[in-house]
């Protein structure tokens, strides 16, 4: 018997032209000052990510990456007394930030680290994280091998690459020399992992009997884990069986609907249907949250609950599949013409091998499904978040037209559309992620003790998320001049400044200079020159 887990990996694998072969590394830091024996950020007004209200000013002292002192030093619109702040000292270093934001350092919590088919080299993702405040991801499956990626989690720990802090889950089954066919076999596969220095799992669904053991196994040697529960195998085995055998959280929604199934047990296929046909794929999966119960019903109730019970996490990475409810909204995002590479366009573009490319003749009826689809999905995690669930920030980017840090921050205008306050977005991408990694010690709010990872912004994200693009947002002035404000200012990581829109400008260039290698203009489909656009 083949193992399924590995038939559904590779099958991901080969659809996305093999994307997750390893990419070139990571070259050695050259951005980023410090760090400092002591660091003062003098002036902020701070929102810590518990959900609390902003407070400020404040200045915040770090010493050794560890947040030392967090002190009010007065009041808004009146100015600082000196005798109440923090006294720089000798070899210190301060950072004058008045009036800006500052905000615990983002978690993407669905981070794949490129992908040598999209062209998506280590230097241009990382820097595109950085440059919008995410100093941690998750890579989830460890495309690029699980060597590869501990290689560029140690480099990152000691900041000798310019990157977020990595979690390598490695995909279940990587690298197996035979198919695991047995309990045991899955129970010395996890062990062995666990061995290798993985962090936890990624799991895209096996025999049930296989999934049990692999968990539990898992689970015992107090590592997590993570599902994209696969239509090859969620008919047998869905998030409520996951979560039960010790899953702890899941990706994207599948196997979610499935669970809620109240008249049915498989999804209802045409019976022209191919899994290997990625429009048939995407266009029946805007259906699904159709098929479930309904909102509040007795079963949805009961399978919610039965989740809130089990402590689980829902990473719903909504962004990744916008493009299936408004494709000419995904296609024509500004950030594309100058911050898309050439390779990564072309991985987009309609494909019927490409993963995610799945615009055969996508239409009007297939994103009004999709609109359904979103408002079903996102009353069920608004409701979970509502009832005391946690709800993490993931991206999922390098797929259907969604580029390394625009998609995270598009990920939080989702959330704030599902229902969230702003105050609960952030908590979402920072102190529901800290936790779902079993790192709130560590990371995830601005408290004493924990490590100096920041957000620092000019403009205030509560009153709009869209000022955290890196393109930042349009605003009218009160002269009529039309400006674009806001732009990650400032991303700490392990106490070192890093100038977030540097480190933008860094990607622009490695962009443009591939453009004029390829001799590479932006194209929408079906124009094959813009001479000839209709």
Not at 70 to 82: C, F, K, S, T, W
Not at 108 to 122: P, T
Not at 287 to 308: C, F, I
Not at 433 to 445: K, N, P, S, V
């Amino acid at each position: 018997m083949k193992n399924a887990s590995l038939f559904s990996l590779f099958f991901f694998m080969i659809s996305s032209l093999n994307s997750w072969s390893q990419v070139k590394e990571a070259p050695d830091r050259l951005r980023g000052d410090g760090p400092w024996e002591q660091l003062i950020i003098r002036g902020v007004t701070l929102i810590n990510g518990n959900g609390a209200p902003p407070r400020g000013p404040i200045d915040i002292v770090v010493r050794n990456n560890r947040i030392s002192e967090i002190q009010v030093v007065g009041y808004p619109g009146v100015p600082i007394e000196d005798s109440r702040r923090p006294q720089l000292e000798a070899g210190g270093h301060e950072l004058d930030a008045s009036g800006m934001y500052l905000l615990p350092g983002f978690i993407d919590m669905h981070g794949h680290i490129g992908g040598k088919s999209q062209g998506a080299d280590a230097e241009y993702v990382f820097k595109l994280w950085m440059g919008h405040g995410i100093t941690t991801i998750r890579d989830p499956s460890c495309g690029n091998g699980l060597d590869w990626v501990l290689k560029h989690r140690e480099r990152s720990e000691a900041n000798e690459i310019t990157s977020p802090r990595i979690l390598a889950y490695t995909a279940f089954g990587m690298g197996c020399e035979k198919t695991i066919s047995t309990a045991e076999e899955a129970r010395e596969w996890v062990r062995n992992n666990a061995e290798k220095g993985a962090d936890g799992i990624k799991f895209f669904g096996a025999p049930p009997d296989i999934m049990a053991a692999a968990l539990d196994e898992n689970r015992s040697l107090g590592l997590r884990s993570a599902c994209h529960h696969a239509q090859m195998d969620v008919a047998r085995w869905n998030v409520l069986q996951s979560a039960r055998a010790g899953l702890t959280s899941m990706e994207h929604w599948y196997g979610l609907p499935e669970a809620l199934f109240d008249d049915r047990t498989v999804q209802h296929y045409p019976a022209d249907y191919n899994y290997q046909n990625e429009q048939h794929r995407f266009a029946e999966a805007g259906r699904l949250w159709q098929q479930a119960a309904k909102p509040y019903s007795d079963h949805w109730n009961k399978v919610m609950d039965e989740l809130l019970s089990l402590d689980f996490t829902i990473d719903p990475t909504f962004n990744i599949y916008e493009a299936s409810r408004d494709l000419h909204r995904a296609r024509r995002a500004e950030w594309h013409e100058e911050y898309t590479m050439p390779s990564l366009w072309r991985f987009y573009m309609p494909s019927k091998i490409s993963h995610g490319s799945y615009w055969h003749f996508w239409g009007t009826e297939e994103e009004v499904d999709w609109k359904k689809n979103y408002q079903l999905w996102m009353t069920f995690v608004n409701e979970y978040k509502n009832r005391g669930g946690r709800v993490t920030a993931g991206s999922d980017s390098g797929f259907i037209f969604q580029l390394y840090g625009f998609a995270y921050i598009r990920e939080l205008e989702l959330l704030r559309e599902a229902g969230f306050h702003p105050l609960e977005v952030i908590r979402s991408a920072t102190l529901n992620g800290a936790q779902a990694l079993g790192m709130e010690d560590e990371i995830g709010t601005v408290e004493v003790g924990k490590k100096a990872d920041f957000v620092i912004i000019e403009e205030n994200p509560l009153q709009n998320l869209k000022v955290l693009y890196g393109t930042g947002a349009i605003k009218l002035t009160e002269d009529n001049e039309v400006v674009r404000v806001g732009g990650v200012k400032y991303t700490v990581k392990d106490g070192l400044i890093y100038d977030a829109q540097e480190l933008l400008r860094d990607v622009k260039d490695m962009v443009k200079a591939e453009k004029q290698m390829d001799d590479f203009e932006i194209l929408q489909p079906g124009v094959y020159s813009n001479d000839d656009k209709k």
